[in-house]
Nanobody
Framework: QVQLVESGGGLVQAGGSLRLSCAAS????????MGWFRQASGKEREFVAA????????YYADSVKGRFTISRDNAKNTASLQMNSLKPEDTAVYYC???????????????????WGQGTQVTVSS
């Protein structure tokens, strides 16, 4: 079973940047859609970005489009989320998760993902 570990969170001023990483164990990582979600205090987990198993398809929440970039390196079993022009409303715990295998369809519901990591806190100060 694939296990995920997120890293790279921290405290940053508005307008700054952070790069989150998701490290996966297991040889089957490359077959999964990878997704980044976030959960602010008192709110439900929400979709941020996702990438297909072959990195051929990427899609984003409207709130982060043009500011965030998702990528993956199947040779290294890693996925990343580059976050630029951060805003205070981006403050949340960020999670990576595994989605459906060998699919290029768009999945934006947390119910379509699993094997969540422990999360990494991102705090953006104004």
């Amino acid at each position: 079973q694939v296990q995920l570990v997120e890293s790279g969170g921290g405290l940053v001023q508005a307008g700054g940047s952070l790069r989150l990483s998701c490290a996966a164990s297991g040889p089957t990582f490359r077959s999964y859609t990878m997704g980044w979600f976030r959960q602010a205090s008192g709110k439900e987990r929400e979709f941020v970005a996702a990438i297909s198993w072959d990195a051929g398809t990427t899609y984003y929440a409207d709130s982060v489009k043009g500011r965030f970039t998702i990528s993956r390196d199947n040779a290294k079993n890693t996925a990343s989320l580059q976050m630029n022009s951060l805003k205070p409303e981006d403050t949340a715990v960020y999670y990576c998760g595994l989605g459906p295998v060998y699919s290029k369809a768009w999945y934006k519901s947390a119910r379509d993902f699993g094997s969540w990591g422990q999360g990494t806190q991102v705090t953006v100060s104004s």
